[in-house]
Nanobody, 118 residues
Framework: QVQLVESGGGLVQPGGSLRLSCAAS????????MSWYRQAPGKERELVAR????????NYADSVKGRFTISRDNAKNTVFLQMNSLKPDDTAVYYC???????????WGQGTQVTVSS
C-alpha cells in the first residue's frame, strides 16, 4: 500500500519558518518526481514547488521564490519543504504529490495545515 504522509505543519507568526516533511512508503521515491501543492479556503489547489527524481532541478511558484526550498532524501524516501519568511497568504493545507517519471502512477498525501497568523 502506497502512503505519502505529510508532517510539520502548524501555527506560526508572520516572518517565521516551518519545515514540512513528506514520508513515502510503498514506493521507491527515486523513481518519482515530487511536488508540494497548497490549497487555501475557497481557492484552487496550486503548485508550490517541484523537484526532479535524481537530477536536482527545482521549480517554484513566483509567490514563494526566494522563501521556500524543496529538497529530497531518496535514501530516506522523504521530501522536504523549508518555508521561511512566512506570510499570512501562505496559510493553506499543503499536500505532497508523487508522479512516476517512467509511467502514469501518481499519489497524493492527506495534507498538513499551515496557518500564518499573529
Amino acid at each position: 500500500q502506497v502512503q505519502l504522509v505529510e508532517s510539520g505543519g502548524g501555527l506560526v507568526q508572520p516572518g517565521g519558518s516551518l519545515r514540512l516533511s513528506c514520508a513515502a512508503s510503498g514506493i521507491t521515491l527515486s523513481l518519482y518526481r515530487m511536488s508540494w501543492y497548497r490549497q487555501a479556503p475557497g481557492k484552487e489547489r496550486e503548485l508550490v514547488a517541484r523537484i526532479t527524481n535524481t537530477v536536482v532541478i527545482t521549480n517554484y511558484a513566483d509567490s514563494v521564490k526566494g522563501r521556500f526550498t524543496i529538497s529530497r532524501d531518496n535514501a530516506k524516501n522523504t521530501v522536504f519543504l523549508q518555508m521561511n519568511s512566512l506570510k499570512p497568504d501562505d496559510t493553506a493545507v499543503y499536500y505532497c504529490k508523487a508522479d512516476q517519471v517512467r509511467g502514469t502512477r501518481l499519489y497524493w498525501g492527506q495534507g498538513t495545515q499551515v496557518t500564518v497568523s499573529s
